[in-house]
Protein backbone atom coordinates (compact mmCIF):
# COMPACT_ATOMS: atom_id res chain seq x y z
CA UNK A 1 0.00 0.00 0.00
CA UNK A 2 1.25 3.83 -1.25
CA UNK A 3 0.63 6.38 1.68
CA UNK A 4 1.18 9.94 2.06
CA UNK A 5 4.24 11.55 2.60
CA UNK A 6 5.27 12.24 6.15
CA UNK A 7 4.17 15.88 7.19
CA UNK A 8 1.60 16.23 4.47
CA UNK A 9 -2.21 14.99 4.29
CA UNK A 10 -5.07 14.71 2.56
CA UNK A 11 -7.85 17.30 3.46
CA UNK A 12 -11.04 14.63 3.70
CA UNK A 13 -14.42 15.73 2.37
CA UNK A 14 -15.87 15.96 5.89
CA UNK A 15 -13.25 18.96 6.58
CA UNK A 16 -13.10 20.84 3.37
CA UNK A 17 -16.29 22.22 4.35
CA UNK A 18 -14.83 24.33 6.78
CA UNK A 19 -12.14 25.02 4.04
CA UNK A 20 -14.39 26.03 1.66
CA UNK A 21 -16.20 28.46 4.29
CA UNK A 22 -12.79 30.08 5.20
CA UNK A 23 -11.91 30.13 1.51
CA UNK A 24 -15.55 31.82 0.95
CA UNK A 25 -15.01 34.37 3.43
CA UNK A 26 -11.57 35.18 2.58
CA UNK A 27 -12.72 36.12 -0.80
CA UNK A 28 -15.63 37.93 -0.03
CA UNK A 29 -14.10 40.41 2.54
CA UNK A 30 -10.91 40.72 0.09
CA UNK A 31 -13.59 41.80 -2.74
CA UNK A 32 -15.24 44.30 -0.29
CA UNK A 33 -11.72 45.91 0.09
CA UNK A 34 -10.74 45.99 -3.85
CA UNK A 35 -8.53 42.98 -3.57
CA UNK A 36 -8.18 40.66 -6.63
CA UNK A 37 -7.38 37.23 -6.36
CA UNK A 38 -3.04 36.81 -7.57
CA UNK A 39 -2.69 33.03 -8.49
CA UNK A 40 1.12 32.49 -8.85
CA UNK A 41 3.33 29.40 -9.50
CA UNK A 42 3.94 26.78 -7.09
CA UNK A 43 7.54 26.57 -7.92
CA UNK A 44 9.97 29.59 -8.39
CA UNK A 45 13.30 30.08 -8.50
CA UNK A 46 15.35 29.48 -5.71
CA UNK A 47 16.86 32.88 -5.93
CA UNK A 48 14.01 34.67 -5.23
CA UNK A 49 13.60 33.71 -2.10
CA UNK A 50 17.49 34.07 -0.68
CA UNK A 51 16.82 37.68 -1.92
CA UNK A 52 13.13 37.98 -0.06
CA UNK A 53 13.48 36.47 2.64
CA UNK A 54 16.75 36.08 3.36
CA UNK A 55 20.08 34.07 2.47
CA UNK A 56 20.43 33.61 6.40
CA UNK A 57 16.94 32.73 7.37
CA UNK A 58 16.26 29.44 8.52
CA UNK A 59 13.54 29.43 5.42
CA UNK A 60 16.27 29.59 3.05
CA UNK A 61 18.44 27.99 4.45
CA UNK A 62 17.32 24.98 6.25
CA UNK A 63 13.57 24.43 4.76
CA UNK A 64 13.54 24.96 1.09
CA UNK A 65 12.25 21.94 -1.24
CA UNK A 66 14.51 22.36 -3.83
CA UNK A 67 14.83 19.87 -6.86
CA UNK A 68 16.65 19.85 -10.40
CA UNK A 69 14.02 20.27 -13.26
CA UNK A 70 15.24 17.62 -16.27
CA UNK A 71 16.40 21.21 -17.88
CA UNK A 72 19.10 20.82 -14.93
CA UNK A 73 18.35 24.50 -13.47
CA UNK A 74 17.58 24.47 -9.43
CA UNK A 75 13.75 25.55 -8.91
CA UNK A 76 12.14 25.22 -4.89
CA UNK A 77 8.76 24.59 -4.32
CA UNK A 78 7.11 28.79 -2.90
CA UNK A 79 8.06 28.79 0.99
CA UNK A 80 5.54 31.52 1.55
CA UNK A 81 3.79 34.52 -0.67
CA UNK A 82 4.87 37.64 -0.46
CA UNK A 83 7.94 37.13 -2.67
CA UNK A 84 5.97 35.81 -5.88
CA UNK A 85 3.88 38.94 -5.34
CA UNK A 86 6.89 41.27 -5.49
CA UNK A 87 8.12 39.46 -8.06
CA UNK A 88 4.82 39.62 -10.15
CA UNK A 89 4.66 43.12 -9.33
CA UNK A 90 7.92 44.11 -11.09
CA UNK A 91 7.77 41.76 -13.87
CA UNK A 92 4.70 42.97 -14.86
CA UNK A 93 5.58 46.65 -14.27
CA UNK A 94 2.69 47.56 -12.14
CA UNK A 95 4.37 50.47 -10.09
CA UNK A 96 2.57 52.56 -13.34
CA UNK A 97 -0.78 52.04 -12.32
CA UNK A 98 -0.65 52.18 -8.77
CA UNK A 99 -2.48 51.14 -6.18
CA UNK A 100 -1.83 47.76 -6.77
CA UNK A 101 -4.10 45.22 -4.20
CA UNK A 102 -3.73 41.43 -4.53
CA UNK A 103 -4.40 38.67 -2.19
CA UNK A 104 -3.63 34.71 -2.52
CA UNK A 105 -4.73 31.60 -0.87
CA UNK A 106 -2.62 28.39 -1.62
CA UNK A 107 -0.36 25.27 -0.38
CA UNK A 108 3.55 26.62 0.94
CA UNK A 109 6.25 23.94 1.12
CA UNK A 110 8.95 23.79 4.17
CA UNK A 111 10.68 21.31 5.05
CA UNK A 112 9.94 21.90 9.33
CA UNK A 113 9.74 18.88 11.89
CA UNK A 114 5.82 18.03 11.65
CA UNK A 115 3.57 18.69 14.73
CA UNK A 116 0.32 19.15 15.56
CA UNK A 117 -1.12 21.90 12.96
CA UNK A 118 2.18 21.97 11.45
CA UNK A 119 2.35 20.32 8.04
CA UNK A 120 5.18 20.28 5.35
CA UNK A 121 2.60 21.22 2.64
CA UNK A 122 0.60 24.07 5.02
CA UNK A 123 -1.73 26.65 3.25
CA UNK A 124 -1.80 30.02 3.47
CA UNK A 125 -3.89 33.57 3.17
CA UNK A 126 -2.74 36.70 2.46
CA UNK A 127 -3.00 40.39 0.84
CA UNK A 128 -0.31 42.58 -0.51
CA UNK A 129 -1.15 46.31 -1.51
CA UNK A 130 1.54 48.38 -3.37
CA UNK A 131 1.63 51.99 -3.18
CA UNK A 132 0.96 54.10 -0.86
CA UNK A 133 3.03 54.97 1.59
CA UNK A 134 0.93 56.58 4.77
CA UNK A 135 -0.95 55.04 8.24
CA UNK A 136 -4.43 55.02 6.26
CA UNK A 137 -3.12 51.93 4.02
CA UNK A 138 -1.75 50.28 7.16
CA UNK A 139 -4.72 51.22 9.68
CA UNK A 140 -7.19 49.70 6.22
CA UNK A 141 -5.19 46.59 6.20
CA UNK A 142 -5.53 45.54 9.88
CA UNK A 143 -9.47 46.20 9.59
CA UNK A 144 -9.52 43.86 6.67
CA UNK A 145 -7.80 41.16 8.92
CA UNK A 146 -10.32 41.56 12.13
CA UNK A 147 -13.06 41.65 9.52
CA UNK A 148 -11.94 38.57 8.55
CA UNK A 149 -11.07 36.62 11.75
CA UNK A 150 -14.69 38.03 13.14
CA UNK A 151 -16.42 36.69 10.03
CA UNK A 152 -14.97 33.30 10.82
CA UNK A 153 -16.59 33.32 13.64
CA UNK A 154 -13.11 34.39 16.12
CA UNK A 155 -12.87 37.86 16.01
CA UNK A 156 -13.52 38.01 19.83
CA UNK A 157 -10.56 35.69 20.89
CA UNK A 158 -8.13 37.75 18.78
CA UNK A 159 -6.05 40.78 20.15
CA UNK A 160 -4.20 43.18 17.45
CA UNK A 161 -0.79 44.00 18.55
CA UNK A 162 1.57 47.08 16.35
CA UNK A 163 4.69 48.38 16.71
CA UNK A 164 7.27 50.44 14.47
CA UNK A 165 10.23 49.02 13.25
CA UNK A 166 11.60 52.41 12.49
CA UNK A 167 12.83 53.36 9.20
CA UNK A 168 16.65 53.82 7.32
CA UNK A 169 17.07 57.13 8.98
CA UNK A 170 16.26 55.84 12.44
CA UNK A 171 16.93 52.05 12.76
CA UNK A 172 20.79 52.53 12.39
CA UNK A 173 20.78 54.50 15.24
CA UNK A 174 18.85 52.49 17.73
CA UNK A 175 20.80 49.43 16.48
CA UNK A 176 23.53 50.85 17.95
CA UNK A 177 22.19 52.00 20.82
CA UNK A 178 20.59 48.20 21.66
CA UNK A 179 23.81 46.37 20.48
CA UNK A 180 25.69 48.44 23.52
CA UNK A 181 23.07 48.27 25.97
CA UNK A 182 23.34 44.60 25.06
CA UNK A 183 26.74 44.00 24.91
CA UNK A 184 27.00 44.95 28.59
CA UNK A 185 24.51 42.63 29.27
CA UNK A 186 26.27 40.04 26.71
CA UNK A 187 26.79 36.88 29.22
CA UNK A 188 23.21 37.08 30.99
CA UNK A 189 22.08 36.35 26.93
CA UNK A 190 20.85 33.20 25.70
CA UNK A 191 23.90 31.10 23.46
CA UNK A 192 21.80 31.51 20.76
CA UNK A 193 21.60 35.42 20.77
CA UNK A 194 25.12 36.02 21.67
CA UNK A 195 26.39 34.49 18.86
CA UNK A 196 23.77 36.79 16.36
CA UNK A 197 24.03 39.82 19.01
CA UNK A 198 26.41 41.69 16.51
CA UNK A 199 24.46 40.42 13.25
CA UNK A 200 20.91 41.07 14.26
CA UNK A 201 20.57 42.37 17.91
CA UNK A 202 16.91 43.02 16.80
CA UNK A 203 16.32 39.29 17.67
CA UNK A 204 16.50 39.75 21.14
CA UNK A 205 13.56 41.21 21.70
CA UNK A 206 11.55 38.61 20.29
CA UNK A 207 13.37 35.40 21.69
CA UNK A 208 11.64 33.28 24.31
CA UNK A 209 14.97 32.38 25.77
CA UNK A 210 15.72 35.91 27.37
CA UNK A 211 15.11 37.28 30.94
CA UNK A 212 11.49 39.08 31.20
CA UNK A 213 13.51 41.50 33.83
CA UNK A 214 16.54 41.83 30.83
CA UNK A 215 13.77 42.54 28.30
CA UNK A 216 12.31 45.00 30.19
CA UNK A 217 15.29 47.58 30.49
CA UNK A 218 16.41 47.47 27.09
CA UNK A 219 15.57 50.63 24.83
CA UNK A 220 12.93 50.75 22.88
CA UNK A 221 12.66 51.21 19.09
CA UNK A 222 9.65 53.78 19.50
CA UNK A 223 11.08 55.95 21.72
CA UNK A 224 13.78 56.49 19.39
CA UNK A 225 12.75 57.16 15.80
CA UNK A 226 12.85 59.84 13.96
CA UNK A 227 10.21 62.40 13.26
CA UNK A 228 8.59 60.80 10.42
CA UNK A 229 8.30 57.29 11.91
CA UNK A 230 6.95 59.05 14.43
CA UNK A 231 4.22 60.94 12.90
CA UNK A 232 3.54 57.61 10.61
CA UNK A 233 2.92 55.76 13.99
CA UNK A 234 0.36 58.67 15.75
CA UNK A 235 -1.34 58.43 12.77
CA UNK A 236 -2.14 54.46 12.51
CA UNK A 237 -2.89 54.46 16.01
CA UNK A 238 -5.21 57.49 15.68
CA UNK A 239 -7.49 55.85 12.55
CA UNK A 240 -7.02 52.50 14.70
CA UNK A 241 -8.97 54.39 17.59
CA UNK A 242 -11.13 55.94 14.67
CA UNK A 243 -12.47 52.44 13.71
CA UNK A 244 -12.76 51.37 17.42
CA UNK A 245 -10.08 48.71 16.94
CA UNK A 246 -8.54 47.67 20.28
CA UNK A 247 -4.78 47.31 19.70
CA UNK A 248 -2.09 46.58 22.37
CA UNK A 249 1.55 48.29 21.25
CA UNK A 250 4.44 45.49 21.47
CA UNK A 251 7.88 46.93 21.75
CA UNK A 252 9.32 43.47 21.34
CA UNK A 253 7.31 42.43 17.96
CA UNK A 254 10.23 42.49 15.15
CA UNK A 255 11.07 41.21 11.59
CA UNK A 256 14.58 39.93 11.11
CA UNK A 257 14.66 42.02 7.58
CA UNK A 258 16.13 45.48 6.84
CA UNK A 259 13.18 46.03 4.08
CA UNK A 260 10.29 45.79 7.06
CA UNK A 261 9.70 49.65 7.56
CA UNK A 262 7.69 51.37 10.16
CA UNK A 263 4.39 49.15 10.58
CA UNK A 264 4.96 45.44 11.61
CA UNK A 265 1.78 44.24 13.18
CA UNK A 266 -0.31 40.37 14.75
CA UNK A 267 -3.37 39.44 15.15
CA UNK A 268 -2.72 37.14 18.27
CA UNK A 269 -4.66 34.47 19.39
CA UNK A 270 -5.65 33.59 23.13
CA UNK A 271 -5.77 29.54 23.57
CA UNK A 272 -3.26 28.22 20.89
CA UNK A 273 -0.49 28.04 23.32
CA UNK A 274 3.16 29.52 22.33
CA UNK A 275 2.69 29.69 18.77
CA UNK A 276 -0.30 31.95 18.75
CA UNK A 277 0.13 34.77 15.84
CA UNK A 278 -2.85 33.85 13.57
CA UNK A 279 -1.89 36.37 11.22
CA UNK A 280 1.33 38.55 10.74
CA UNK A 281 1.96 41.74 8.57
CA UNK A 282 3.30 44.61 8.46
CA UNK A 283 5.16 47.46 6.00
CA UNK A 284 7.80 46.41 3.67
CA UNK A 285 8.86 49.54 1.99
CA UNK A 286 12.08 47.97 0.86
CA UNK A 287 11.49 44.77 -0.39
CA UNK A 288 10.77 46.32 -4.58
CA UNK A 289 13.92 47.81 -4.89
CA UNK A 290 16.11 45.28 -2.91
CA UNK A 291 14.60 42.67 -5.64
CA UNK A 292 15.09 44.80 -8.70
CA UNK A 293 12.32 46.83 -9.20
CA UNK A 294 11.24 50.72 -9.29
CA UNK A 295 10.90 51.79 -5.61
CA UNK A 296 7.60 51.34 -4.37
CA UNK A 297 5.65 51.36 -0.87
CA UNK A 298 3.83 48.23 -0.04
CA UNK A 299 2.24 46.40 3.14
CA UNK A 300 0.76 43.10 3.66
CA UNK A 301 0.28 40.49 5.62
CA UNK A 302 -0.24 36.41 5.59
CA UNK A 303 -2.52 33.91 7.41
CA UNK A 304 -1.59 30.34 8.26
CA UNK A 305 -5.18 28.29 6.67
CA UNK A 306 -4.54 25.29 9.57
CA UNK A 307 -3.98 27.35 12.35
CA UNK A 308 -7.23 29.47 11.49
CA UNK A 309 -9.55 26.13 11.43
CA UNK A 310 -8.19 24.91 14.84
CA UNK A 311 -9.45 28.03 16.19
CA UNK A 312 -12.62 27.58 13.81
CA UNK A 313 -12.99 24.03 15.11
CA UNK A 314 -15.43 24.96 18.09
CA UNK A 315 -17.22 27.21 15.97
CA UNK A 316 -20.38 26.41 13.62
CA UNK A 317 -19.04 25.89 10.60
CA UNK A 318 -21.73 25.55 8.14
CA UNK A 319 -22.16 21.51 6.86
CA UNK A 320 -22.92 20.89 2.89
CA UNK A 321 -25.81 18.79 3.03
CA UNK A 322 -28.07 17.76 0.20
CA UNK A 323 -31.89 19.66 -0.38
CA UNK A 324 -33.09 16.46 -1.16
CA UNK A 325 -32.34 12.82 -0.79
CA UNK A 326 -34.12 10.99 -4.04
CA UNK A 327 -35.07 7.24 -3.51
CA UNK A 328 -36.19 5.14 -6.29
CA UNK A 329 -37.46 1.48 -6.37
CA UNK A 330 -38.69 -0.10 -9.36
CA UNK A 331 -37.67 -1.56 -12.94
CA UNK A 332 -35.73 0.70 -15.24
CA UNK A 333 -38.84 3.07 -16.08
CA UNK A 334 -38.99 3.78 -12.59
CA UNK A 335 -35.09 4.44 -12.62
CA UNK A 336 -35.14 6.58 -15.92
CA UNK A 337 -37.90 8.71 -14.20
CA UNK A 338 -36.17 9.17 -11.45
CA UNK A 339 -33.10 10.34 -13.49
CA UNK A 340 -35.06 12.94 -15.28
CA UNK A 341 -37.08 14.61 -12.04
CA UNK A 342 -32.66 14.90 -10.36
CA UNK A 343 -31.49 16.62 -13.77
CA UNK A 344 -34.80 18.86 -13.22
CA UNK A 345 -34.36 19.66 -9.78
CA UNK A 346 -30.57 20.48 -10.06
CA UNK A 347 -30.85 22.70 -13.25
CA UNK A 348 -33.53 24.31 -10.95
CA UNK A 349 -30.59 24.87 -8.38
CA UNK A 350 -31.23 22.19 -5.76
CA UNK A 351 -28.50 19.87 -4.10
CA UNK A 352 -29.65 16.23 -4.98
CA UNK A 353 -28.37 13.27 -4.14
CA UNK A 354 -29.85 9.95 -6.00
CA UNK A 355 -29.50 6.79 -4.52
CA UNK A 356 -27.64 4.51 -7.00
CA UNK A 357 -27.28 1.46 -5.46
CA UNK A 358 -30.45 -0.46 -5.57
CA UNK A 359 -31.82 -2.22 -2.69
CA UNK A 360 -34.96 -2.25 -0.57
CA UNK A 361 -37.09 1.04 0.10
CA UNK A 362 -35.90 0.42 3.53
CA UNK A 363 -32.20 0.11 3.11
CA UNK A 364 -32.49 3.06 0.89
CA UNK A 365 -34.33 4.77 3.80
CA UNK A 366 -31.62 4.69 5.83
CA UNK A 367 -29.25 6.31 3.73
CA UNK A 368 -31.21 9.13 2.97
CA UNK A 369 -31.50 9.58 6.89
CA UNK A 370 -27.43 9.79 7.23
CA UNK A 371 -27.49 12.27 3.79
CA UNK A 372 -29.02 14.64 6.05
CA UNK A 373 -31.05 15.57 3.58
CA UNK A 374 -34.33 17.51 5.46
CA UNK A 375 -36.90 16.03 2.68
CA UNK A 376 -36.81 12.54 0.95
CA UNK A 377 -38.44 12.25 -2.60
CA UNK A 378 -39.76 8.27 -3.22
CA UNK A 379 -40.57 7.04 -6.58
CA UNK A 380 -42.04 3.67 -7.28
CA UNK A 381 -44.01 2.24 -9.58
CA UNK A 382 -47.13 3.84 -8.99
CA UNK A 383 -45.63 7.45 -8.95
CA UNK A 384 -44.11 6.73 -12.37
CA UNK A 385 -47.51 5.50 -13.49
CA UNK A 386 -49.13 8.57 -12.21
CA UNK A 387 -46.20 10.95 -12.53
CA UNK A 388 -46.44 12.11 -9.28
CA UNK A 389 -43.80 11.62 -6.22
CA UNK A 390 -43.79 11.21 -2.81
CA UNK A 391 -42.36 13.44 -0.38
CA UNK A 392 -41.19 12.50 3.06
CA UNK A 393 -40.13 15.31 5.61
CA UNK A 394 -37.46 13.81 7.73
CA UNK A 395 -37.81 15.81 10.87
CA UNK A 396 -41.70 14.93 11.12
CA UNK A 397 -42.28 12.06 9.30
CA UNK A 398 -44.58 13.71 7.46
CA UNK A 399 -45.73 12.54 3.87
CA UNK A 400 -47.52 13.95 0.78
CA UNK A 401 -48.09 13.24 -2.83
CA UNK A 402 -47.39 15.68 -5.41
CA UNK A 403 -47.36 16.03 -9.09
CA UNK A 404 -43.87 16.08 -10.83
CA UNK A 405 -44.68 20.00 -11.44
CA UNK A 406 -46.07 20.76 -8.22
CA UNK A 407 -42.69 18.98 -6.55
CA UNK A 408 -40.36 21.32 -7.64
CA UNK A 409 -42.12 24.66 -6.55
CA UNK A 410 -42.99 22.71 -2.77
CA UNK A 411 -39.16 22.46 -3.03
CA UNK A 412 -38.06 25.70 -4.10
CA UNK A 413 -40.60 27.28 -1.81
CA UNK A 414 -39.06 25.43 1.19
CA UNK A 415 -35.57 25.89 0.17
CA UNK A 416 -35.96 30.19 -0.55
ZN1 LIG B 1 12.44 56.65 10.92
ZN1 LIG C 1 18.06 34.56 23.09
Request: charged share 25%; net charge neutral; aromatic share 8%.
Amino acid sequence: MIQTVRGVRDIPPEESAGWLFLEEQARRIFQQYGYRELRTPIFERVELFARAVGETSDIVEKEMYLFQDRGGETLCLRPEGTASAVRSFIETSRHRSLPWRVFYMGPMFRYERPQKGRYRQFHQIGCELFGPAGPLADAEMMALVLRLLEAIGIGSAVTLEINSLGCPVCRGPYRERLTAHLHERRTQLCGNCQRRLERNPLRVLDCKEEDPALLHEVPRMLDHVCDGCQEHFAGLTGHLTDLQLPFRINPFMVRGLDYYHRTAFEAIATGLGAQNAVAAGGRYDGLVAEMGGVSTPAVGFAMGMERLLLLMEEQRIPVVRPDLYLVVAGDRMVDGYGLQLAEQWRRAGLRVEMHLSGGSMKSQMKHAGRSLAPVTALIGTQETAEQTVTLKWMESGVQESLSAERVLERLLQTNA
